[in-house]
């Protein structure tokens, strides 16, 4: 079992920035591919970004490549998702996931909770 419990969610204003965080614990973190995913209102969940164990692998969707990172840190056994340049679109349940390769949220086994990012125009 692996817990996730994400944080950092909040408003900020188009153009701005946040920085999410994704606390795990359980199982051993580097095992696991860690990935986000957002859900907006009224729309299916989508893969926002993954990144491999060692952090080298981190693809993008393309909604967000160029304005957002995700890195991991091993040794804090916590996953981050630096948003930058943020739009009124970005507005979202962000949720932190654990699995394994893919964009579907069917290939990750453990959710957080999710944290809620506004973004005002």
């Known amino acids: 079992q692996v817990q996730l419990v994400e944080s950092g969610g909040g408003l900020a204003q188009a153009g701005g920035s946040l920085r999410l965080s994704c606390a795990a614990s359980?199982?051993?973190?580097?095992?696991?591919?860690m990935g986000w995913f957002r859900q907006a209102p009224g729309k299916e969940r989508e893969f926002v970004s993954s990144?491999?164990?060692?952090?080298?692998?981190?693809p993008y969707a393309d909604s967000v490549k160029g304005r957002f990172t995700i890195s991991r840190d091993n040794a804090k056994n916590t996953v981050y998702l630096q948003m930058s340049s943020l739009k009124p679109e970005d507005t979202a349940v962000y949720y932190c996931?654990?699995?394994?390769?893919?964009?579907?949220?069917?290939?990750?086994?453990?959710w957080g909770q999710g944290t809620r990012v506004t973004v005002s125009s």
């Open positions: 990144i491999s164990s060692t952090g080298v692998r981190r």
């Open positions: 996931a654990a699995g394994g390769w893919g964009t579907s949220s069917n290939d990750f086994d453990y």
């Open positions: 359980g199982r051993t973190f580097r095992d696991y591919i």
